[in-house]
């Protein structure tokens, strides 16, 4: 594997950590407690963040 693979493997395991943090927080009290303009941006944030996430996982797959 090369370093330029490797550094696409951590980008997509850091990115999981991220996306595991979001969806834990959407629909937590703190998350209800926020306006509703900044809860709809965090809900299209982990959209585009799933879509980064999809993209990483085709690119490793393409290194086997």
Not at 8 to 15: G, P, R, T, W, Y
Not at 45 to 54: I, K
């Amino acid at each position: 594997m090369t370093d330029w693979q490797q550094r696409v493997i951590d980008e997509k395991d850091e990115l999981d950590a991220k996306l595991l943090k979001l969806r834990a927080f959407i629909g937590s009290p703190s998350w209800l407690m926020m306006e509703v303009a900044d809860r709809w941006l965090l809900e299209k944030q982990l959209t585009f963040m799933n879509e980064y996430f999809a993209v990483l996982q085709q690119r490793i797959e393409r290194f086997k």
